[in-house]
């Protein structure tokens, strides 16, 4: 009896479990709910990959400082002889309408980094009288500062040629657009920084991503989540099995499963109803080493469910030695799946943010 008692989980940790399942599945349906009840979320149209520039005080930004921050986005040139003042004078009168309970920041990146050192950019800032942290004025490498505006953000700029030039300092044909960013760099909308309007739309659409809860454009890191909880439960269903704890690994086993069966409806959800793959692009090094992870992780995702279902039904039915023999090879290739999952997450939206 005592030897008995010894082969079962305690109960803390089987609540434990269960209760984090719980805790997930609702937390997931109630922040959708909630959010779909706010109203309909923005898109999103693309994410930023990281990058490394110069504001007006001379000092280093980067995607990194910016993230976990809401940031209103636009591209001048401090000789601009014209749309850019507007654009920059709308910037301004956003800036003085900015929530201070609210973590928002205006980024003008120049598109003549040639001329626009810091020190011009500093002088350009203090025609609208602004000192505010909250706005940076950024330049640095022609190529960073172009796969920025045009690769990222989509936005126009085009070198004008000399021959279509109305006046000397008529250098650039570049886009009068406002982009606004979440807190993960991702690009939620596109506004008019001509128009009269434009202040009141952007702070109405930053509001809104402001009090984003989650949504399905957020299902890529629930998933990792779900894939990471998987891979703690299959190595602690592993432990257990090898010290002869049958009741314990049967209950990580089963919530293990619980667990990708969860993962597969999220992820079946965010294929289906938001229609934006993220590819791989930069560094091109690295695209060889994320595909070959990509696609083994793919192939075996699709192999191990037939594994995994076959496994579990000869375990339940107690036909432990059949069981044995196919978990061998269903072990390694759900927990490989599992933790690749994780990893192909942390590539795209962490490492080499796409």
């Known amino acids: 009896m005592r030897e008995q008692a010894t082969n079962r989980p305690s109960r803390k940790l089987e609540w434990a479990v269960w209760g984090g399942l719980i805790v997930i599945v609702v937390g997931i349906l109630g922040a959708f709910a909630f959010t779909q009840f706010k109203g309909k979320p923005l898109p999103v149209y693309s994410a930023l ?7 007006q005080d001379g000092q280093t930004v980067t995607l990194a400082d910016l993230r976990g921050q809401i940031w209103i ?9 014209g749309q850019c003042l507007l654009m920059s004078q709308h910037m301004k009168e956003l800036l003085a309408r900015l929530p201070s309970t609210q973590p928002i920041q205006l980024v003008s990146f120049t598109t003549d980094p040639a001329y626009d050192r810091p020190a011009i950019l500093k002088k350009y800032a203090a025609i609208f009288e602004t000192n505010d942290a909250r706005w940076s004025f950024l330049t640095g490498d022609k190529s960073t500062l172009h796969r920025v505006e045009v690769e990222d953000l989509k936005l126009a700029v085009v070198d004008k040629p000399a021959g279509q030039q109305d006046s000397p300092n008529d250098l650039f044909i570049h886009s009068e657009k406002f982009v606004l960013l979440d807190k993960l760099g991702r ?32 299902l890529p890191v629930v998933n990792a989540t779900l894939n990471g909880l998987c891979a703690i439960l299959l190595t602690f269903g592993y432990i257990f099995i090898r010290r002869k704890n049958v009741h314990a690994h049967r209950f990580c086993m089963v919530s293990a499963f619980i667990t990708s069966v969860i993962f597969l409806i999220c992820y079946l959800t965010y294929h289906i109803f938001i229609h934006h793959v993220t590819r791989f692009h930069n560094p091109a090094w690295f695209r060889p080493i994320y595909l070959t992870i990509l696609l083994t992780h793919t192939i075996l995702a699709i192999v191990i469910v037939p594994l995994i279902l076959i496994s579990l039904s000869r375990a339940l039915k107690a036909r432990f030695a059949l069981h044995k023999q196919i978990a061998r090879w269903t072990w390694p290739l759900w927990m490989y799946v599992s933790v690749t999952g994780v990893i192909v997450y942390l590539i795209l939206y962490q490492i080499f943010p796409q």
């Not at 990959?49 to 504001?55: E, G, I, P, R, V």
């Not at 939620?188 to 991503?209: I, K, M, Q, S």
């Open 187 to 218: 690009v939620r909308g596109y506004f008019d920084g001509g128009e009269a309007g434009v202040v009141a739309e952007v702070l109405a659409a930053a509001n809104t991503v402001a009090h984003e809860t989650l949504t399905l454009h957020d």
């Open 73 to 81: 986005a636009d591209v001048i040139f401090t000789r601009c002889p």
């Open 49 to 55: 990959s990281d990058f490394t520039l110069t504001n």
